[in-house]
């Protein structure tokens, strides 16, 4: 669901929608992508299958939209969190600390899309991987903006690289965090982007 959508009232039809995607994510999350049918989604939504085929005519095709929409959200999040950060370095920080919540809230999302990666159809596969970009190059342009106004800031390494490194951070806990131990998404979010900024204040 991008932002837009989601700022927008969802018609029932949309709302189906996401609940079989939200359900199909769950089974791929559990059991693998491949061996998932769309008779074990149908019975799992509580629906027919040829309800399911009238949404969806295949699982590659909700493989592809669940891809897609993370894509579309995390661009949007991270578009807003720059547009309304007081400076560079916060814009930054709240980039880690928000990609970090978002993965801790949806973690059977984002190993399917970390895992399952490989099973997109190869001729969408390089227009993704272009979006994703576009979300990468909005963190790393902030951080170039803050390196800017603050040149004494020594990263030791290329900023992309710098960048690769939050992220990795940041989506990696989608392996490890669990809801019932002592931090909240956000308050992970926020304990990591503030570990992995100490060294680039001003």
Known sequence: MTVSERDAAPSRADQQRHRMLTVSAE?????????TSMNEIAAAVGLSK????HYFS???????????????????????VVDTAATPLDAVRELISSRVAYTCRNQD???VCFEEEHELPAELA??????????EDVFLTALERHLGAN????????????????????NWTYKW????????PEQLGERIAAGLTAGIRA
Do not use: H
Request: net charge positive; aromatic share 10%.
């Open 126 to 135: 390089e227009q993704l991987l272009r979006r994703r970009r576009a979300y």
């Open 109 to 111: 999302l984002l190993k």
């Open 151 to 170: 040149p004494s800031v020594d990263l030791g390494m290329p900023p992309k690289v710098w960048v690769n490194m939050c992220l990795g951070a940041a």
């Open 177 to 184: 965090y669990r809801p019932s131990g002592p931090d909240s």
């Open 27 to 35: 089974i791929f999350s559990r059991r693998g992508f491949r061996a």
């Open 50 to 53: 040829p309800t399911l085929y």
């Open 58 to 80: 295949s699982k590659e095709e909700m493989l592809v939209r669940l891809y897609s929409d993370v894509l579309d959200e995390s661009l949007g999040l991270a578009r807003e």
